[in-house]
């Protein structure tokens, strides 16, 4: 079946750290991947997508490379904010009975520090 | 983006009433709208797919007659809780889609955070 495992959190980081969020995917097929991002108190909202092997997904200085060969979906980013604050959702894309469906990782929760 | 107003953000029902959520795209044609639970600390459980026009179809595990989806125009798609029970209480969010396309990303709406007493 299609599944998405991403790291458990939270992740806890002091301003202008390295971020890596690790997310790897099962699917048959060939999924979209995506990385969506929850804001204290907001909905979910798209922070990049990759739609096929190799692609690179980038954002607000966050990547994210999709990677056939391990399966994975690493996002990165080289200098985190404060406001960079939130929970961070990988997804995949893949076929279900009613067509395509969005299917997610447990949520990763960053938290910088100033 | 494409704008999802999901309503109402919370509601407090009692044990055995229903309780309905509208989802709505503002701004664009959503052939297809996804229902979300998410548990604490947890991460978002696919509920149904809910296809405009058709019946929606349910993830495994989810009781179709408990939560009743209508999906009859584009830009709207509801659900219904009935006779709700308190491990019922939960986040319940909604997503839309514009295009049956799996690159295509899908817009969420607000979430709607329901306590049964």
């Known amino acids: 079946g299609n599944s998405v495992t991403q790291m458990e959190g939270p992740v806890t980081l002091s301003e202008e750290a390295f971020l890596t969020i690790n997310c790897t995917y099962t699917?048959?097929?060939?999924?979209?991947l995506f990385w969506y991002v929850q804001y204290p108190g907001e909905g979910l909202q798209l922070l990049l997508k990759a739609t096929k092997a190799d692609d690179k997904g980038s954002n607000k200085g966050f990547e994210a490379t999709y990677r056939k060969e391990t399966t994975s979906f690493h996002l990165e980013k080289g200098s985190v904010q404060v406001s960079d604050s939130a929970v961070y959702f990988c997804?995949?894309?893949?076929?279900?009975?009613?067509?395509?469906?969005?299917?997610f990782g447990k949520g990763t929760t960053l938290s910088v520090s100033s | 983006g494409a704008v999802v107003s999901q309503h109402p953000s919370r509601v407090i029902c009692k044990s055995g009433t229903s309780v309905k959520i509208e989802c709505r795209s503002l701004?664009?044609?959503?052939?297809?709208m996804f229902w979300y639970r998410q548990f604490p600390k947890k991460s978002l459980m696919l509920m149904a797919t809910?296809?405009?026009?058709?019946?929606?179809?349910?993830e495994q595990g989810v009781e179709k007659d408990k939560f009743l989806i209508n999906h009859a125009s584009l830009t709207l798609s509801t659900l219904t809780v009935t006779s709700a029970h308190p491990e019922d209480s939960s986040f319940y969010i909604c997503s839309a889609r514009a295009s049956m396309d799996r690159a295509i990303e899908a817009f969420f709406g607000q979430g709607t955070r329901l306590t049964v007493v």
């Open positions: 701004d664009f044609q959503a052939t297809t």
């Open positions: 997804a995949l894309s893949a076929q279900n009975q009613a067509g395509t469906a969005l299917i």
């Open positions: 809910s296809n405009e026009g058709s019946k929606a179809t349910y």
């Open positions: 699917a048959t097929g060939y999924p979209s």
